[in-house]
């Protein structure tokens, strides 16, 4: 049964991007209704819809805007539409094929959290989009839908658009508000919190294009519908992208809490995968989620989630909490790209530990350094120079970095951390398997080109977690085996052997 | 006062500093880069993370938080706790320590900074014992970023220290970090380098030997120095210093941290001003005038001369000129043995040299025009000693009317201080004793010349602008030939024994109580900032 579009109903109308389209269908109807509520009526409406943040980090949009200080004088709505997370579109698809429905959003949105002055950060890279999105800005401020006294609520909005210069940590709210500053995107210290004290050292909301767009419906359709939509705890629709060689590659938006499995191969999204692959993983919320064992491994027992053990984790909910229980760090953008079967892990790691590398804004020693140091190992992993020790020393620096233990500014680390290790920890056994068939001197080799005097150490060498020939075995706990530090470092307050996610 | 915990250690502490700031000045040794105290907070090197106790959200009691803080972004509260020495907090160290190291190069042996490294230092005690890294390090050029400073980049942690102080401090900017990421570079803008009067404090601000100064480099080995602490005779201000010295002199000169004054900064011209002390041309023997010609005297034989001459002279027909370059504990010596061979000289206010206006920086630093130590102290002096006193403009006025027989010049100026129409006026005296650092244009009329010693060689006490006594210690003996002003003017006082300048300031503070207490800096510990 295919869902009816709500957040995608004009794609494919002829000129779905101009106003008197987007009026036809009943556009604009949610801001007027929420206009006609107090700013605080539609902020509790918000909340009690539970709609999570579509960025990334799923964090509630009411909740985010009840943080702002009551005495404010001046809140600023930052929208962030710079879409740079690996392999995601849906922001794009919308602001390419209906932006007022954005603009919509941003109205009413403004309006809730009595913003003064609306900023779209827009990546530098969307520059058809941009263009496309300053027409339907200019066709709403001659309507009569930004500026002064807007549908003679007296509420006064203006909204400007700014580009990105090609940062991915310019999509860190922090970031985007240095960076619309006109400053380097280098993530705040928090606190204070930009809910606080943001952009200008002002109020300020930041919130995705995606969550924005839901706005309108949930006032047109009503709170009992956005509510009948999902699972218990993530509720409304989702836009789902899916990339890579399936048949279907595209944008489709379904309910939250359809599975992995559905994404790939239901007719109505993925349509499988072409020449009749299998799936080898997949990276269900964009890669700063980390990654999922695909078919080519066998189905677990039913019931059994276990993400230490090599089975089939297609049946993860894509839901905002679901995800959790096969060690994702979120649901992110839900923007899955899928590993065929004939690929080689090595180029996925290397692909992931390359862009967080290359997007580490380096304010923070541990992300600086270590996505530069895992990006190096996974090169030279590539290369046929690998050891099985480097495993360990990649999962280990994926605990040492995060804002969530606490070792750096903003989630980026976080982000670079959890695909690289659910990648070495999913696919170890593949991953001692192409180390084993190398040439077994070629890692020294390698590393002599560097430095002539090096020679191996068989202390240093790593143990192999799945020895050739044999069944599974059990997981060595690192932090027991080696001492505390071997681990990463580990959570604050457990005792010596806990393990941080 | 907050009172905190930290290792089980309850420590009171100064109010809105950061935990970090406060276990520094409890002796404890945190590792950090990125936190200054005289500069805002960022938070980017993760070193000196900490393990803090918070509510638990569903309890209400006490826990250690099951993440880790930065201590230099937490201000300390009443009744906090928190621990360095935990599992996580070592292992965070260990990791971040590592992380620094991958791509630093083995500079050790060739680096100016060995032996004062905060990397050095922290890895020893807090960081790992062996090297992971056996990739390519990513290589970095070294950069010539202005008239007295280097930069090897490939060295540099990016604690963006030195990015603030130009920012924040100088107020100029040159400095800025260029690229992302790995590729992080710190950098000026071309054809603008690093060039304010406050950039030699980069140097200093570096952890690490990135940051280099060009008279420095290669020069000596810091462990090699000893220090003296010193007051810049640079500037009215007072900005006290370390001299960094060894048996070959004066090796360069760092800041001493002063919470009154400078804090931790001094301005280039006190960083740079001691070359002079080895000029070639520096005075080295007592002359004595016979005929046309200056002949060598013996430093014995001059007080004798000296008393005789002064004495001789009807006593209001006799001057002396008190340099504002001299200590407190000097000035009062001179003017002491000259107002007791001639009660009635006249003692003179020296030469204040003057330039430009005074130099405000934005987080209060200023640099002052008077470009000499102690006007202060030897105006508070001579109003003290008593009438009759005047200006030097003043006395160079009456000089060339011909009214002084015998007159005692005091110099010790850094520059040629001798205008055309001041040597014209003292010429008029017919004994003229000069007592300097460098021959000028007194040379023809002067009748003995007095080679003097530069601060850095003597011990004393400068006022400041702010009337401020700071006391000075000697830093290098004084070059062979020169007696110390300080003993001469107690021998032509008729003190016997070795010039001290505090058994002096206790006689002074007889009569100017402001003198029987001087102002010493807060000693802060190594590694503090």
């Known amino acids: 049964m295919r869902f009816e579009p709500v957040l995608l109903k004009n794609l494919g109308v002829p000129g779905s991007t101009a106003l008197e389209t987007y009026r036809r269908s009943g556009g604009y109807e949610g801001a007027q209704r929420a206009l006609k509520m107090s700013p605080e009526e539609v902020v509790e409406l918000v909340k009690r819809a539970n709609l999570r943040g579509r960025g990334g980090a799923g964090f509630p949009a009411g909740l985010k805007w009840s943080f702002l200080p009551k005495d404010r004088k001046v809140t600023y709505l930052c929208v962030n539409a710079d879409e740079s997370e690996p392999p995601t579109f849906c922001n794009r698809v919308l602001i390419e094929n209906d932006p007022h429905m ?102 300020t909301v930041v919130n995705n294009v995606e969550t924005l767009a839901c706005l309108p419906h ?8 956005w509510l009948s939509l999902g699972t218990a705890n993530s509720k409304g629709t989702k836009l789902y992208c899916i990339s890579g060689p399936v048949n279907r590659p595209g944008c489709y938006e379904a309910p939250l809490g359809i599975t992995c499995r559905e994404l790939i191969y239901s007719p109505d999204f993925g349509g499988g995968m072409r020449g009749g692959r299998k799936v080898k993983a997949v990276f269900p919320g964009g890669l700063s989620m980390g990654v999922l064992r695909g078919d080519v491994f066998p189905k677990p027992p039913p019931g059994v989630v276990d993400p230490q053990q090599d089975f089939d984790e297609l049946d993860c909910v894509l839901d905002f909490d679901d995800v959790r229980r096969y060690d994702l760090l979120g649901l992110g953008t839900a923007a899955a790209v899928v590993i065929p079967d004939d690929a080689d892990i090595r180029d996925v790691l290397l692909n992931v530990a390359r862009f967080y590398a290359h997007e580490s804004c380096g304010q923070c020693t541990q992300c600086r350094e270590g996505t530069a140091w895992m990006y190096k190992i996974a090169r030279r992993i590539r290369q046929g120079a690998g050891r099985l020790v480097d495993l360990d020393i990649l999962v280990e620096t994926t605990r040492s970095m995060g804002m969530i233990p606490g070792l750096s500014i903003c989630g980026l680390p976080d982000g670079a951390a959890w695909p690289i290790r659910t990648l070495v920890q999913k696919f170890r056994r593949e991953f001692e398997e192409r180390i084993a068939a190398q040439t077994p001197d070629a890692p020294v080799r390698h590393i002599r080109r560097t430095n002539p005097a090096a020679y191996p150490l068989p202390i240093f060498e790593g143990r192999a977690v799945h020895p050739p020939g044999g069944t599974f075995a059990t997981p060595i706990d690192l932090a027991v085996e080696h001492g505390p530090t071997s681990g990463g470092v580990p959570v604050p307050g457990a005792r010596s052997g806990a393990r941080s996610k | 006062m907050p009172r905190i915990v930290i290792d089980g250690r309850t420590i009171d502490c100064r109010e809105g500093i950061p935990v970090l700031q406060a276990a520094l000045e409890a002796g404890l040794d945190v590792p950090h880069y990125c936190y200054h105290p005289g500069l805002s907070v960022v938070a980017s090197c993760r070193l000196c993370l900490m393990e803090l106790k918070v509510p638990d959200p569903r309890t209400g009691q006490l826990v250690w938080a099951p993440k880790l803080f930065p201590s230099c972004q937490t201000q300390v509260r009443d009744g906090m706790e928190v621990r360095f020495q935990s599992e996580a907090v070592r292992a965070n160290q260990q990791r971040v320590l590592e992380y620094y190291l991958l791509n630093h190069p083995l500079d050790c042996p060739v680096c100016d900074k060995a032996g004062e490294c905060y990397l050095q230092d922290y890895v020893e005690a807090y960081g790992p014992a062996t090297s992971r890294m056996v990739e390519e390090k990513t290589k970095n050029p070294k950069k010539d970023i202005g008239p007295h400073t280097l930069l090897y980049q490939d060295r540099c942690v990016l604690c963006s220290r030195c990015v603030r102080f130009c920012d924040e401090i100088a107020g100029t900017g040159e400095l800025r970090v260029v690229n992302r990421g790995s590729q992080a570079e710190i950098d000026v803008f071309p054809g603008q380098p690093l060039e304010n009067p406050l950039q030699g404090n980069v140097v200093d601000l570096c952890p690490v030997g990135a940051l280099l100064d060009k008279g420095f480099l290669f020069r000596q080995r810091v462990w090699l120095l000893r220090s003296a602490r010193s007051v810049s005779p640079a500037d009215s201000r007072g900005q006290t210093i370390w001299i960094d010295y060894n048996e070959e002199g004066i090796q360069r000169i760092r800041p001493r941290y002063n919470e009154r004054v400078n804090e931790w900064w001094i301005s280039d011209e006190a960083r740079f001003g001691w070359k002079y002390i080895y000029r070639p041309d520096r005075l080295r023997t007592p002359l004595v005038r016979d005929g046309a010609a200056l002949k060598p005297a013996r430093w014995e034989e001059l007080p004798a001369l000296l008393r005789a001459r002064f004495a001789g002279a009807p006593d209001t027909r006799v001057a002396a000129v008190l340099s504002p370059m001299m200590s407190c504990e000097e000035a009062w010596l001179l003017a002491a043995f000259i107002r007791q061979v001639a009660p009635r000289a006249l003692l003179v206010c020296g030469h204040v040299p003057v330039v430009g206006e005074d130099q405000v920086f934005p987080r209060g630093f200023v640099i002052k025009a008077e470009k000499c130590p102690n006007r202060r102290g030897i105006e508070t002096i001579l109003q003290s000693v008593g009438p009759p006193t005047t200006e030097f403009q003043v006395f160079l006025g009456q000089a060339v009317e011909g009214a002084f027989d015998a007159a005692y010049v005091v110099g010790g100026y850094a520059e040629a201080w001798v205008t055309p129409s001041a040597a ?20 023809n009329s002067v009748s003995v010349q007095i080679p003097g010693a530069t601060w850095a060689e003597r011990e004393g006490t400068f006022m400041n602008c702010d009337g401020l006594i700071q006391p000075f210690e000697r830093a290098i003996p004084p070059l062979e030939g020169i007696k110390p002003d300080g003993q001469f003017f107690a021998e032509l006082a008729g003190r016997r024994g070795l010039f001290h300048a505090g058994q002096v300031r206790q006689e002074m503070a007889t009569v100017m109580p402001s003198f029987a207490e001087v102002f010493v800096p807060r000693e802060v510990p190594p590694h503090a900032h």
């Open chain 1, 102 to 203: 954005l603009l919509e959003g941003i109205l009413i949105a403004g309006y809730a959290t009595r913003a003064t002055v609306a900023y779209i950060y827009i990546r530098g890279e969307f520059m058809e989009q941009f263009h496309i999105l300053q027409r339907a800005v200019d066709e709403a401020y001659a309507a009569g839908y930004f500026g002064r006294n807007i549908l003679g609520s007296g509420y006064d909005l203006e909204c400007y658009i700014h580009r990105g210069a090609g940062a991915y940590i310019c999509g860190e709210e922090t970031g985007l508000i240095e960076s619309l500053e006109g400053k380097r995107g280098w993530p705040r210290i928090k606190p204070p919190f930009p809910a606080v004290e943001g952009l200008f050292r002002q109020p």
């Open chain 1, 218 to 225: 949930i006032l047109t359709r009503g709170l009992d519908w």
């Open chain 2, 424 to 443: 014209q006026a003292l010429a008029k005296i017919p004994f003229l004793v000069v007592h300097d650092l460098f021959p000028s244009a007194l040379d």
